[in-house]
């Protein structure tokens, strides 16, 4: 791998590393563009090149992973857990998780009841597709 390879890498991840930091934030691509030192449009192609989707849809998933953990160890209300995992709407949030999970909050509630097995398993096994 050359150095130019490998310091993009390093600024990819730097960037992936503060989404997954400041998830429950509002993020958007010229502040992670910044933290990567390149511009928006460089930082959407390589971003998407290097993990294999958008820096959009990376944070959206991201989310909705920390709410399908909070979904089945907490009995807070799907809203909250809508605005504290950093959506900005519950028809949005809703609706990524429907997409991102394939069944609605409340429904993967009610099916995943907490599971007394390590969390490690439990991430692994639940951890949503693309």
């Not at 992973?65 to 959506?87: K, N, P």
């Not at 009610?110 to 490690?120: L, R």
Request: proline share 5%; charged share 30%; glycine share 4%.
């Amino acid at each position: 791998m050359s150095r130019t390879a490998e310091e993009t890498n390093r600024h990819m991840l730097r960037a992936r590393d503060a989404m997954d930091r400041a998830y429950a934030r509002p993020l958007d691509v010229p502040a992670l563009a910044r933290i990567a030192h390149v511009s928006p449009a460089h930082f959407t192609r390589t971003f998407r090149a290097t993990f294999g989707e958008t820096p959009h849809r990376y944070l959206q998933r991201r989310r909705v992973e920390r709410a399908m953990f909070l979904l089945r160890e907490s009995d807070r209300s799907v809203t909250d857990i809508c605005y504290e995992v950093g959506f900005g709407s519950t028809g949005t949030f809703s609706r990524t998780f429907s997409d991102i999970v394939g069944r609605s909050p409340r429904t993967y509630r009610k099916e995943a009841g907490a599971v007394d097995v390590p969390t490690c398993f439990t991430k692994a096994w639940t951890r949503p597709t693309v």
